[in-house]
């Protein structure tokens, strides 16, 4: 499955951005999504993580309360809402897949599929 991701930019601290992912390529309801980040010099971060159906889903601790990921498996795409965004959240945001996953958390070589990554600049 190939993924591509849209949305990412620059947003002041406090403020709200939301970034979506496109799959293609394969049967989308098959596959656990998520979201990692990455800030320059320091390893991929998991940020959420959606099941299959979308009823299940798992934050990092820094996203809990903040930010929100779901999906849509008629259109293909899963999205990650963030609110009350802080700069420390400024980072590359990738979308990610996998099809055998249990559950909906993952270190970041549980998950074989990444799109190109969008980046995220939060202002003080």
């Known amino acids: 499955v190939q993924l591509q991701a849209f949305g990412g930019g620059l947003v002041q601290a406090g403020g709200s951005l939301s970034v979506s992912c496109a799959a293609s390529g394969g049967t989308f309801r098959n596959y656990v999504m998520g979201w990692f980040r990455q800030v320059p010099g320091k390893e991929r971060e998991f940020v959420a993580g959606?099941?299959?159906?979308?009823?299940?889903?798992d934050y990092a601790d820094s996203a809990k309360g903040r930010f929100t990921i779901y999906r849509d498996n008629a259109k293909n795409t899963v999205y990650l809402q963030m609110h009350g965004l802080r700069p420390e959240d400024t980072a590359v945001y990738y979308c990610?897949?996998?099809?055998?996953?249990?559950?909906?958390?993952?270190?970041?070589?549980?998950?074989?599929?990444w799109g190109q990554g969008t980046l995220v600049t939060v202002s003080s």
């Open positions: 990610v897949g996998d099809k055998f996953l249990r559950g909906t958390r993952g270190s970041s070589s549980e998950f074989e599929y």
């Open positions: 959606i099941s299959r159906g979308g009823g299940s889903t």
